[in-house]
């Protein structure tokens, strides 16, 4: 049903799966680490993101005012995506825009329904909501795919294979223009649709999470802008190359990650056999997924699971701990481990960092703070308030070259 059945993320592991899984691997990784131009020029879309969040947030913040941060990180998770796959970003109030925004939040809304679904298949069978979502879910995929697949269209009427643009035009690429892809080209169209539908929710989600925390623990937010000021000084921005000099900022992202596991259980799959795991039999096309919200929480693992605390991912050198960092799950693992985990990373650290170097930012004093959430495909806080107050001179938009 997703992606036209293409869909790297919900189909079944076999050959083809593992070519299109490679394929899409490589090319994620040639945009945002193997060559350093590309690279630059992905850092540099973040940072132009993450200015025009600081602007957005100064002016709702304007005469006093609070504001519900949430749809401005729609779109800033959006748009990142949106350049990295069709070389594009779109202005704020763009129609066209602002209507792929509606299908994204609908899809996260309505594909925790779908997997209720694919866990109890009797609930198609009832006249209840979750059956009449589950039918908005199947229409909201028709409709994002006919956005991705228009792109992609205009992508091959100027396709060049001596220039690649962007993610489109490496898919393209790879699975057009390369040798044995094994892949039919609709599979570009599905390849592109994942990563925009993957990256978008899970990155505006984390960043919700991140600024109600920064004013739920206002001393945290301090001890990090203390440490960006040393590291990075009040004359630019900070960078990807200042992330080893400031681990403090990443085990509050980690920590955020683990604390709100805002994944807290992966898009099922099932067994292609039968297995036997410490002697509990397991029948073939059993339906299994991880429930990493208790991996996350676990109290053998982490001391005071409930509590959080950046700190637990600092070893006594106050750099970050490897083993505890990678005991955090909010990715998937194995074979269906997510593979835009590191440009992920990457955003979400650029954000961060950003938004606390150049401004401060406290809640609504007359709504009280509460880290409730919703369900969908993502756990999101609750709606809150909050307003940015700029911390020294605003800096200039860095706009990719």
Request: hydrophobic share 40%; aromatic share 10%.
């Amino acid at each position: 049903m997703i992606s036209g059945g293409r869909s790297l993320t919900f189909t079944n592991y076999g050959k083809q799966w593992k070519a299109h899984r490679k394929i899409a691997q490589s090319s994620l990784r040639a945009f945002s680490s193997a060559n350093s131009q590309t690279k630059k020029a992905f850092e540099q879309h973040i940072t132009a993101e993450a200015m025009e969040l600081v602007q957005v947030f100064l002016r709702h913040s304007t005469d006093g005012r609070y504001f519900d941060p949430a749809h401005e990180f729609t779109v800033a998770a959006a748009n990142i995506m949106c350049a990295l796959c069709f070389g594009k970003r779109y202005g704020h109030d763009d129609l066209e825009f602002r209507n792929l925004l509606k299908r994204l939040n609908k899809f996260g809304e309505t594909v925790g329904a779908g997997s209720l679904v694919d866990v109890m298949p009797w609930l198609q069978s009832f006249p209840n909501p979750v059956r009449s979502v589950y039918e908005n879910f199947k229409n909201l995929n028709e409709e994002f795919f006919a956005f991705v697949k228009d792109k992609v269209a205009q992508h091959r009427e100027s396709f060049s294979p001596d220039v690649t643009r962007d993610m489109s035009d490496a898919i393209i690429n790879v699975i057009e223009h390369g040798r044995d892809s094994g892949l039919t080209k609709d599979f570009v169209e599905a390849t592109v649709t994942d990563l925009i539908g993957a990256g978008q929710d899970t990155i505006s989600t984390v960043m919700q999470w991140i600024v109600l925390l920064l004013v739920k623990y206002p001393d945290i937010q301090v001890k990090m802008q203390q440490l960006i000021d040393k590291v990075v000084g009040p004359d630019r921005l900070p960078s990807i190359e200042d992330r080893s000099n400031l681990a403090y900022v990443d085990a509050f992202i980690y920590e955020t990650m683990r604390f709100t596991s805002f994944v807290p259980v992966t898009i099922p799959h099932s067994t292609t056999s039968d297995v036997t795991i410490e002697g509990l039999n397991i029948p073939k096309d059993t339906v299994v997924f991880i429930n990493q919200w208790s991996v996350n929480h676990d109290p053998l693992k982490w001391k005071d699971p409930h509590i959080f605390d950046p700190t637990r991912f600092l070893d006594e050198n106050g750099a970050l701990d490897k083993d505890t960092i990678n005991s955090v799950m909010i990715f998937s693992t194995g074979k269906r481990r997510c593979i835009g985990n590191q440009i992920a990373k990457v955003e979400v650290f650029l954000f961060t960092a950003v938004l606390l170097h150049q401004c401060s930012y406290e809640s609504d004093p007359s709504e009280p703070l509460t880290l409730d959430c919703s369900y969908g495909l993502t756990l999101k806080p609750l709606r809150f308030c909050v307003s940015a107050k700029l911390r020294g001179k605003l800096l200039g938009l860095v706009s990719p070259a």
